[in-house]
């Protein structure tokens, strides 16, 4: 072999002995300082986001409204008068119906689309997963303005009908109604619900499906005894992911809703708006994240149960 | 080949949680040596290999590699190249640059770096490959490229990490004998990793053998077959056959074994010191077993019952049974003088054994 | 629906009405949508059948109202550092979460991940509530710490896969070789998962641009486009002023995910 050597600067560095400052002899011996430094920035950034903004919110639960200012005393009034005024609880109702009709509504509009695609489309599946979830980034103020354009007094299907001779006067009840909730929720939610259930439904060995079809199945049963058990994970997925967000939407009851489709989300930015009552606020948005976590827990567990049963 | 201790391994522990992976381990690795870690997977080979290249820390002991403690020594400041398993061969970059990559902290012109590659390329004979794109490479043509890249900054040790491991067989035996010669003509300490102990045996001057994170044994290919030192080295590299027996001395000038299946047998005072009536083992390969028609009439044999042959083409294994043994013996003769037509062993049939003493490895009772 | 031979699995054969049902679906997701820029072109301020010509003067307004210029360079500056900082950590985080055995880790991916199933009113609220409290005043800063928050998730999750399908000994490799851990994340990580950067960065842009709720309750004198538009909202007769724009950032939000998605899923198995 040729001698070509290694810059003089290198060889005179191997043969001295290489020293470390102890900070980099420390990061190196450890994996998980070396993780935890990595990872500083976005902790520093969720706790300024989120974990101290929650303590926060909590705290200010506990207080009540003073004219302008707060008045600091710890107190559980706000809870209280969320359980015995009887519109709060009225309100959170509304608001968990709208949001569970909505996506019960979701998924079963989607599940056979994310069924299509996970089974029925051979080329292109990138194309159309992309395709199925292109509106979910986009703005979802201008997706349920576009809603409140179609259901509108003078809106899409009444001026639409009307013109076409279908109606004499427009329909009334398509807009500020909890119809009119439902439907845009339920639209505007389509492509956070069909990717779970479209991972879930992909993930299936088809040789499960081929086995049962040899031992005697036809389409209707394998369905039934095999697929859609085996998609649960990915339909409870999509529920959730519609279900929580959806609770607290406030844009489109805002929008859409009038008095009759007024949320929770709705009543929580009147505390932090003309009412001015925040601490009230916060105490309305604590208790629906108690609610949300209440729900979701029942839900898994019965779902849990249910699959015990079946497997 | 000079045996200075070139990279001194001492009482090194390592823990992952409370999993002990390398278990108070000391070895001594020489310059120019080709040194195989051998053992099962999960034995702590890889782990070794790691914590000589700088990705894994020792939680007590100390290694030193050519003098020098590595305990703070990062990877990238070690005189130590690796080759992965996988062979980590960077996809977007061409060959010349992958090979070329860690040339860039030595500051050389453009034209020296060239110079190295090439010649590189034609050390793992893949001359002219420059500008090809690495992703549309072979394994093996990959795999030397990943040697190429490590040599080409000349490091004091090279490591190996189970390199032949995803090629074929034809191609991993050339590729060993191709490995084998690279490392006589670079003059460089191997460090190899494997779990094939017939590779470990062909490549290496000296092998380690490893089990549960313990160092079993460090010896030559020969003094690990003819010699091992406990019964897992023994049944880990080839077959062995295990006899208990009794040690039985005379005074302090001869000794033997009583053993259960094959007698008594007279053994050398270096090969045992224990005292009159220690229990002991001692083990035979099927390949130092003799079998014979009829009752020889010097030597050490015992009659034995045919119970069992398989043809192999090249040989032939047979399994016999003795009185005062449970289990059969296997014996192994070739085939090598033995034409198609004649007369092969019958199962049931009576047969000779014979064996020499001196081919007798004694080892500690179970 | 015939059955034919045994030709690969059974799910060869086409089945209708799903099909139709396919197609259908797609067309009810992106009609209403569609109804927008329709409008948008109709030449009259009512937004209603039947259509009375085409016009371009809604957005013609458009380019003279010093309003929707600033608030479109507002929507810009904070969508640009949103992404700008969400994907360099979004890189950082992915990179610890594949890499490193750090105690606690699913800890603290869940509260990264939790904007995208938290109703967002509740973090708007939380950080109104903070930011109060310690004295901040409402401004753009506070909307861009907003939108840092909601659109981490999304970067580390476009993020996350391409770290995982990417051999680690790569890394291992050039640090063999020489290079120290700057220099490997340049040499290596970088050019490995920079497609997952590129959609990343688009993709956190898109989400902050469009992004209503936070800005609702921490902008303060400077208003993003959404807040322009929400603003507009109660004065019926800008309604085809606000569908032309609402047209326009349709239209670059459509393409600016479109190009996140193709170029996020480049080179990964089907993801």
């Known amino acids: 072999m040729a001698d070509t050597s290694l810059s003089p600067a290198e060889a005179r560095q191997s043969a001295e002995r290489i020293k470390t400052s102890w900070f980099s002899a420390l990061l190196y011996r450890s994996e998980a300082l070396r993780g935890y430094l990595l990872m500083s920035p976005t902790i520093l950034i969720l706790t300024i986001g989120i974990i101290i903004p929650f303590f926060i919110l909590v705290a200010m639960s506990l207080w009540t409204r003073d004219g302008f200012g707060f008045d600091t005393t710890l107190t559980m009034a706000n809870y209280a008068r969320t359980w015995e005024e009887p519109i709060f609880g009225a309100l959170l109702q509304r608001s968990f119906w709208i949001s569970g009709v909505a996506t019960v509504a979701t998924i079963l509009v989607c599940y056979p689309m994310a069924y299509y695609v996970a089974f029925h489309v051979h080329k292109n599946k990138m194309m159309w997963i992309i395709l199925m979830t292109l509106p979910f980034w986009t703005s979802y103020l201008l997706r349920v303005f576009a809603w409140k354009v179609i259901l509108g007094y003078e809106g899409v299907i009444n001026s639409g009908f009307m013109s076409l001779g279908l109606i004499e006067a427009p329909l009334e009840f398509l807009l500020y109604s909890q119809t009119a909730v439902i439907i845009t929720l339920a639209h505007a939610w389509a492509a956070s619900a069909i990717l779970p259930m479209y991972v879930s439904l992909e993930k299936i060995d088809k040789s499960l499906l081929e086995a049962a079809t040899d031992l005697g199945d036809g389409p209707v049963a394998r369905f039934l005894r095999i697929t859609l058990p085996l998609s649960m994970p990915g339909i409870i997925a999509a529920s959730f992911l519609i279900f929580i967000p959806t609770t607290g939407d406030y844009i489109t009851p805002a929008l859409l809703g009038g008095p009759d489709g007024a949320m929770i989300g709705n009543f929580i930015q009147l505390q932090f708006g003309p009412v001015n009552n925040w601490p009230m606020g916060a105490t309305l948005s604590i208790v629906l994240m108690l609610w949300i976590s209440a729900i979701a827990l029942v839900f898994l567990f019965v779902t849990k149960k249910a699959q015990d049963k079946i497997a | ?366 | 629906m015939s059955a034919r031979g045994d030709t690969g699995t059974y799910i060869k054969r086409p089945n209708r009405p799903l099909q139709i049902y396919a197609v259908i679906f797609l067309i009810v997701l992106y009609v209403p949508v569609l109804f927008i820029p329709m409008f948008s072109f109709n030449d009259s301020i009512y937004v209603r059948f039947p259509l009375q010509g085409f016009t371009l003067q809604w957005y013609a307004e458009l380019w003279s109202r010093d309003a929707v210029w600033a608030a479109l360079f507002n929507s810009v500056k904070v969508g640009a550092v949103v992404a700008a900082i969400s994907t360099i950590l979004g890189v950082v985080a992915a990179r610890a979460i594949t890499r490193y055995r750090i105690p606690g880790k699913s800890a603290l991916v869940t509260f990264i991940m939790m904007p995208l199933v938290i109703p967002g009113i509740i973090f708007g609220v939380a950080l109104l509530v903070l930011l109060s409290r310690m004295g901040v005043p409402l401004s753009l800063y506070t909307v861009t710490l907003g939108h840092l928050i909601v659109c981490l998730p999304f970067a580390v999750a476009t993020l996350l896969p391409r770290f995982e399908g990417f051999d680690p000994s790569m890394e291992e490799a050039s640090a063999d070789l020489g290079e120290n851990g700057w220099w490997t994340f340049w040499r290596v990580t970088f050019p490995m998962v920079f497609p997952g950067v590129v959609a990343s960065l688009l993709l956190t842009f898109t989400i902050s641009f469009d992004e209503f709720i936070m800005a609702f309750f921490l902008t303060g004198t400077d208003a993003t486009l959404p807040m322009y538009i929400w603003g507009q909202l109660r004065f019926p007769q800008e309604f085809p002023s606000v569908l032309a724009l609402s047209s326009l950032i349709l239209f670059i939000s459509f393409i600016l995910v479109f190009i996140a998605q193709r170029v996020g899923r480049m080179g990964l198995e089907d993801a």
């Not at chain 2, 990062?74 to 996988?86: A, D, E, G, I």
């Open chain 2, 1 to 366: 080949m000079k045996n200075d201790a070139f990279i001194s391994i001492r009482n090194v522990n390592k823990y992952f949680g409370s999993f002990q992976a390398i278990d108070n381990v000391n070895m001594d690795i020489g310059e120019g040596e080709f040194f195989s870690l051998l053992g099962a997977s999960g034995c702590g080979k890889t782990t070794l290999l790691r914590m000589l290249a700088g990705f894994e820390s020792t939680s007590d002991g100390e290694i030193l590699i050519d003098g020098q403690p590595s305990a703070d020594v990062p990877p990238h400041h070690r005189p130590v190249n690796m080759v992965f398993q996988s062979y980590a061969i960077f996809p977007h970059l061409n060959v010349a640059d992958n090979i070329a990559y860690g040339l860039r902290k030595h500051k050389l012109s453009k034209a020296q770096k060239q110079e190295m590659v090439d010649e590189m390329l034609e050390l793992i004979k893949l001359p002219g490959y420059g500008k090809r794109k690495a992703n549309e490479l072979s394994g093996g043509q990959r795999q030397r490229i990943a040697l190429a890249r490590a040599l080409i900054l000349k490091p004091k040790v090279l490591l190996l990490d189970e390199p032949l491991g995803a090629l074929d067989k034809q191609l991993r035996e050339q590729m060993q004998l191709e490995l084998r010669a690279l490392q006589r003509q670079v003059g460089i300490t191997f460090v190899f990793v494997t779990h094939d102990q017939e590779e470990a045996l062909t490549l290496s001057d000296r092998i380690a053998v490893m089990s549960g994170g313990k160092v079993l044994q460090v010896d030559t290919p020969e003094g690990l077959y003819e010699a091992p030192k406990t019964r897992e080295v023994a049944s880990f590299i080839g077959n062995m056959n295990f006899f208990q027996g009794t040690v039985r001395r005379n005074g302090s000038s001869e000794a033997a074994i009583e053993t259960q299946g094959l007698g008594s047998i007279p053994i050398s005072l270096e090969k045992v010191t224990k005292p009159d009536g220690a229990p002991v083992q001692v083990a035979l390969r099927p390949e130092k077993f003799e079998l014979l028609e009829e009752e020889p009439t010097g030597g050490h044999f015992v009659s034995a019952k045919m119970d069992k042959t398989a043809y192999l083409g090249e040989r032939s294994h047979y399994y016999v049974t003795l009185d005062g043994k449970s289990e059969p013996v296997a014996v192994s003769s070739t085939n090598q003088f033995v034409a198609r037509d004649d007369a092969r062993w019958k199962e049931g049939e009576p047969v000779w054994l014979s064996w020499s003493p001196e081919a007798v490895v004694v080892l500690d009772a179970d």
